[in-house]
């Protein structure tokens, strides 16, 4: 049964208008160590806001950048920063499985305004300056996100930015952690539709990346899904414009929504679409203001060729215009993340990156965390950390691993995330997982679930087996991690993939690995 956003966010303030952040401001965060938390912290303490925080669940990394960056950390039974604070700030996650958390229960006793981290990053946005620049969809927004900020800095722009991972090569200020300070106008978030998430970001451009059916425990069904994209995308055709894959189906069908709500036949409405030609089987539309055809390398590596845009997206998008014709070059691997640059570069450019910046940012970004990391590649053995729990991340990301390193046993430990989503998505999960040689399923994260009883790792794996798969559930990430680690041939690739402990699984794995030799 789907639940509503108010239910899962039980006791924080609907969203508001964002408004400035000034040191007289006392922030405390509950659940501080979670990655939308966390860049709620590190932001305001950034501007100069007192931030304490507390998490009874919070990894040594997580602690050490918070508390590098000026974040007091407490005890989750210490209320006395409640005494001073104006306001507390707590993910849906805590909300909607701790709607009786003691820190939010000893907030509302003594009237403390309690918001969103979400609000709080909006607030950010608006007192860092500059446009609102904001990356959606169901799949690959962390990856975009990061993606984006690349090809504004190579740009010679450097805004701040929320991305829903930690940013390789050093980028990240605090390195580790999922946001960019940034020195000059303009903010980047990843704008996540979960329970009404993405409400308090009041975006100046965005980009819709694509819309599948995920969170059952609050969208009922796919329609729902593309109904909230729409409800949010809307009012950004009222400031810098809107950019759409319709080479998605879900994409296809906001756009075409939004047009027909807004400003039906108008040709100088920003809204700008793009398609992959190539990609999935699908030719190009011939309505997409932009372009190109997926090129495939070699092990994986893929370029866009042939960027054709229309006349009015060489109008709107001119940096983008100037690298028409041309083929270009895509510095991660896999076929999905074509359709993602595309995206991004027309993105890049609405917000006023240039084509040089534009050309040289997607080929030289190199992803973020936990997007087809490797963490290990020594002799015949490989190890590979991914994010991706959703069917059709599984499938693209498996199909981009077989590419990169044909010819090899490919293994998946896969920690499903959400009783509800592994329930309402079970056959469409078995038949991705399926596709793997062998499947080691670990218990179901629950993370904002309440309800464990609708779903089971052995259902999962049961499910595989009669997809013509090879499964097992062997229980906890410590105990799936042993049993890859018992049975592990010569040249295989162990990917693992999933969310909550998922990356320690990987790391048992890979460190089990290194000490074997």
């Given at each position: 049964?789907?639940r509503?956003?108010s239910?899962i966010?039980?006791g924080?303030?609907p969203a508001r208008?964002a408004k400035?952040l000034?040191?007289a401001?006392r922030?405390h965060?509950?659940g501080v160590?979670g ?9 305001a303490?950034?501007?100069g806001?007192?931030v304490?925080?507390v998490?009874?669940?919070m990894s040594l990394?997580?602690e050490?950048?918070?508390r590098d960056?000026?974040v007091?950390?407490v005890?989750v ?10 306001s ?5 996650a805590?909300t909607?499985?701790r709607p009786d ?8 006793a003594?009237?403390?305004p309690i918001?969103?981290?979400q609000?709080?990053?909006a ?5 860092h ?6 990356v959606?969809?169901t ?8 993606w984006?900020?690349?090809l504004?800095?190579?740009?010679g722009?450097?805004p ?5 991972g930690?940013l390789?090569d050093?980028?990240?200020t605090?390195?580790?952690s999922?946001?960019h300070?940034?020195d ?5 978030v ?5 329970a009404?998430?993405?409400?308090a970001?009041?975006a100046?451009?965005?980009?819709i990346l694509?819309?599948?059916?995920d969170h059952p425990?609050?969208?009922r069904?796919?329609k729902?899904?593309?109904e909230?994209?729409i409800?949010?995308s809307?009012p ?6 809107l950019?759409v894959?319709?080479g998605?189906?879900?994409?296809a069908?906001?756009a075409?929504a939004?047009?027909k709500a807004?400003l039906?036949g108008?040709?100088t409405l920003?809204l700008f679409?793009?398609e992959v030609?190539?990609?999935g089987g ?6 997409a203001d932009?372009?190109a055809t997926?090129?495939t390398l070699?092990r994986?590596e ?7 845009l ?7 998008l001119?940096?983008l ?8 070059a895509?510095g991660?691997?896999?076929a999905?993340?074509?359709a993602?640059a595309l995206?991004v570069a ?5 917000a006023?990156?240039t ?6 940012g997607?080929a030289t970004f190199?992803g973020v965390g936990r997007?087809?990391?490797v963490l ?5 053995r490989v190890?590979?950390?991914?994010y991706?729990h959703?069917?059709a ?15 090899r046993t ?6 499903p995330l959400t009783y509800h ?10 038949a991705?997982c399926a ?9 179901i ?5 309440p309800?464990l ?11 595989i ?13 410590e105990a799936t ?5 018992a049975a592990a041939?010569a ?8 969310g909550g402990?998922?990356?320690?699984m990987a790391r048992l794995i890979?460190d089990?690995f290194?000490?074997?030799?």
């Amino acid at each position: 049964m789907s639940r509503t956003g108010s239910d899962i966010g039980r006791g924080i303030s609907p969203a508001r208008a964002a408004k400035t952040l000034s040191a007289a401001d006392r922030l405390h965060v509950v659940g501080v160590g979670g990655v939308a938390a966390m860049g709620a912290a590190l932001h305001a303490a950034a501007l100069g806001v007192h931030v304490t925080g507390v998490d009874d669940r919070m990894s040594l990394s997580a602690e050490r950048i918070l508390r590098d960056a000026g974040v007091v950390l407490v005890d989750v039974r210490d209320v006395s920063p409640l005494m001073t604070t104006t306001s507390l700030a707590v993910s849906k996650a805590v909300t909607s499985i701790r709607p009786d958390h003691p820190q939010l229960e000893a907030a509302r006793a003594i009237g403390v305004p309690i918001i969103s981290v979400q609000q709080v990053i909006a607030d950010a946005a608006a007192t860092h300056g500059g446009p609102l620049l904001a990356v959606a969809g169901t799949h690959g927004k962390t990856t975009s996100t990061g993606w984006l900020l690349e090809l504004l800095r190579a740009s010679g722009v450097n805004p701040a930015a929320f991305i829903g991972g930690p940013l390789f090569d050093g980028t990240g200020t605090p390195p580790g952690s999922p946001v960019h300070l940034g020195d000059s106008p303009g903010f980047i978030v990843e704008a996540d539709e979960y329970a009404g998430n993405f409400d308090a970001y009041a975006a100046d451009c965005a980009l819709i990346l694509n819309i599948d059916w995920d969170h059952p425990d609050v969208f009922r069904d796919r329609k729902a899904v593309i109904e909230e994209f729409i409800r949010w995308s809307r009012p950004t055709l009222r400031r810098m414009g809107l950019v759409v894959n319709v080479g998605d189906g879900g994409g296809a069908e906001l756009a075409a929504a939004v047009l027909k709500a807004e400003l039906p036949g108008s040709a100088t409405l920003p809204l700008f679409t793009y398609e992959v030609r190539g990609e999935g089987g699908t030719e190009a539309s011939r309505v997409a203001d932009v372009t190109a055809t997926l090129r495939t390398l070699s092990r994986g590596e893929v370029a866009l060729a042939e960027v054709r845009l229309s006349p009015r997206a060489l109008v709107g998008l001119p940096a983008l215009g100037e690298l028409a014709g041309e083929e270009l070059a895509i510095g991660i691997r896999g076929a999905h993340n074509a359709a993602n640059a595309l995206g991004v570069a027309a993105l890049a450019s609405l917000a006023g990156a240039t084509s040089a910046g534009i050309r040289r940012g997607l080929a030289t970004f190199t992803g973020v965390g936990r997007r087809l990391e490797v963490l290990y590649e020594r002799d015949d053995r490989v190890v590979i950390d991914d994010y991706g729990h959703h069917p059709a991340a599984i499938d693209a990301t498996i199909a981009t691993v077989r590419a990169i390193y044909p010819n090899r046993t490919l293994w998946l430990a896969y920690e499903p995330l959400t009783y509800h989503r592994t329930a309402s998505l079970l056959e469409p999960l078995a038949a991705s997982c399926a596709a793997a040689d062998r499947v080691f399923v670990a218990e179901i994260h629950a993370s904002r679930d309440p309800d464990l009883s609708i779903a089971s790792p052995l259902g999962l794996a049961e499910a595989i087996l009669r997809r013509g798969g090879r499964a097992e559930a062997p229980g906890a990430v410590e105990a799936t991690a042993n049993a890859v680690l018992a049975a592990a041939p010569a040249n295989v690739v162990v990917l693992v993939m999933g969310g909550g402990r998922s990356t320690e699984m990987a790391r048992l794995i890979a460190d089990g690995f290194s000490t074997r030799g």
